[in-house]
């Protein structure tokens, strides 16, 4: 079970930035978390970029893209869904809660 879904949108993008913007070779995808503290979720940051894999990783691979998640903060991640938003006023990467449909940049 991959505990992230990642929306047709943000996978071209992040496809195009690996062909373009040299990520080296080995690299894949990390998403995680950051601050927060204790057992909620609330005050999370959510993360993402371009990193090699390590031992404390979970590996997964999602449309041909190696995606890589610290097994400590896969709990925090399981069911939020990374979408690549582009509008008039930014753009850029979200994670959205679909159960609450939250975006949480």
């Known amino acids: 079970m991959i505990p992230v879904k990642i929306s047709e949108e943000a996978i071209k993008e992040v496809k195009n930035i690996m062909d373009n913007k040299n990520i080296p070779e080995g690299y894949g995808l990390r998403i995680g978390v950051?601050?927060?503290?204790?057992?909620?979720?609330?005050?999370?940051?959510y993360m993402l970029g371009f990193d090699k894999p390590k031992d404390s990783d979970k590996t997964y691979e999602?449309?041909?893209?190696?995606?890589?998640?610290n097994k400590s903060h896969v709990m925090y991640i399981i069911g939020m869904e990374v979408?690549?938003?582009?509008?008039?006023?930014?753009?850029?990467?979200?994670?959205?809660?679909?159960?609450?449909?939250?975006?949480i940049d």
Do not use: L, Q, W
């Not at 950051?34 to 940051?45: Q, T």
């Not at 999602?62 to 998640?69: C, D, F, H, R, T």
């Open 83 to 103: 979408k690549f938003y582009e509008g008039n006023d930014a753009k850029g990467f979200i994670f959205v809660n679909p159960e609450t449909e939250k975006r």
């Open 34 to 45: 950051r601050g927060g503290g204790g057992c909620s979720a609330a005050g999370m940051n």
């Open 62 to 69: 999602i449309e041909g893209i190696p995606v890589y998640i």
